[in-house]
């Protein structure tokens, strides 16, 4: 509906080109599989040698529009704060291990043995981790944040009619009156001017 309204593409042309875009992005699993199984067939362990292969799709496949398997926590934030030290890799990597460890479980149990009783472990430990730990940091935050000094900011928007630039003039003169009332940052809009920001002269420090 997207390519439909905005791309203003006939539904054929739409359907064809969201066919294209999915099957792109589905390539990226695609090649952490081919890459899993390579390394599986020169005597990798198979979870590790996933996980690697996982990530390195992750960090290497060129998206137009990147993203990570981390955005499925994002209603989970306790599970996302190791993005702090590893970015979205490190969640991706602990989101990984609990799967890795049920795949393993239902392997066992399809091929009649017992799952692992050390590696169940690991994939409960590793999330309930994360999570206290998350909660955690995430309480440390908000002490920093209450403890923080305030700031007062003003936003200047021109007015100005679609397709166009507000003047100079007009924002400087919104931006001076909100200085006069004490503000301590001023936010002016994405397209406030069309010219170099070194040629702008300001009335107002």
């Keep these: 509906e997207t390519l439909r309204k905005f791309g203003e593409l006939p539904l054929p042309a739409a359907v064809a080109v969201l066919a294209l875009l999915s099957a792109y992005n589905g390539a990226r699993l695609g090649l952490a599989c081919w890459l899993s199984g390579r390394a599986a067939a020169r005597g990798w362990p198979e979870a590790p040698a ?24 994002d209603h989970a934030l306790p599970l996302l704060q190791p993005a702090e030290l590893g970015g979205p890799l490190a969640v991706d ?8 460890v049920a795949g393993g479980a239902l392997r066992s149990l399809r091929a009649g043995r017992r799952p692992s009783a050390p590696l169940l472990v690991l994939g409960l430990a590793v999330p309930a981790l994360t999570a206290a730990l998350g909660m955690s940091r995430m309480a440390q935050v908000r002490a920093a944040w209450d403890a923080a000094p305030e700031l007062t900011i003003g936003l200047v928007q021109g007015n100005a009619p679609a397709g166009t630039h507000a003047t100079v003039e007009q924002l400087q003169g919104h931006t001076a009156t909100l200085a006069a009332s004490g503000v301590d940052l001023v936010i002016w809009p994405e397209t406030a001017f069309a010219t170099s920001y070194n040629d702008l002269t300001y009335p107002v420090t």
């Excluded at 990597?93 to 890795?100: D, E, I, M, N």
Aim: charged residues 5%; hydrophobic residues 70%.
């Design 50 to 73: 996933f996980a690697l292969a996982f990530l390195t799709s992750e960090l290497l496949y060129p998206l137009v529009f990147p993203w990570y398997i981390a955005t499925a926590a």
């Design 93 to 100: 990597l602990l989101l990984l291990v609990p799967s890795l």
